[in-house]
């Protein structure tokens, strides 16, 4: 939308506020990953996504052996079954042998619902620690 245009203000105003919104919810997942023990991720940068790896408990990882699924696919599906939160398993990525992952995006409203993440890990790794 080229400036001098009637409509240029209104849909500045919408790009930035999209833009800020997005950005803020990046950051805040991205700062409740870095606090969770046992997960890393690289700073948001320009997707919709974040990838954080995580270090499974031993004892998560025989869980999910128990129950026929890839660890990452077992944490993801806790997560989902605990919260409502979906997050996509690093397994469907080809990620490494040993190592996990899952994909995330923030495109959805607020940031409150990233504490509900957080606090599922926590049980989560206590659970299986």
């Known amino acids: 939308m080229p400036k001098g245009e009637p409509s240029y203000e209104l849909y500045k105003q919408e790009h930035t506020g999209i833009f800020k919104a997005l950005h803020e919810r ?3 997942l991205y700062k409740v990953f870095q606090d969770m023990e046992g997960v890393g991720c690289h700073s948001p940068a320009g997707s ?3 990838f954080p790896s995580m270090t499974l408990p031993q004892k ?3 869980a999910a052996q128990k129950e026929g699924k890839k660890p ?4 993801c599906m ?3 079954e605990a919260t409502g939160i979906c997050l996509v398993p690093g397994s469907g990525f ?3 042998e040993g190592t996990f992952h899952f994909r995330t995006t923030f ?3 607020g940031t409150e619902w990233t504490g509900r993440i957080r606090d599922f890990h926590a049980k ?3 659970e299986f620690r």
């Open 60 to 62: 998560a990882i025989e």
């Open 94 to 96: 080809g990620q490494r």
């Open 26 to 28: 990046a950051h805040a």
């Open 124 to 126: 989560f790794m206590d």
């Open 107 to 109: 495109l959805a409203p």
């Open 72 to 75: 990452d696919d077992f944490y």
């Open 78 to 80: 806790r997560l989902l």
């Open 48 to 50: 919709m996504y974040l």
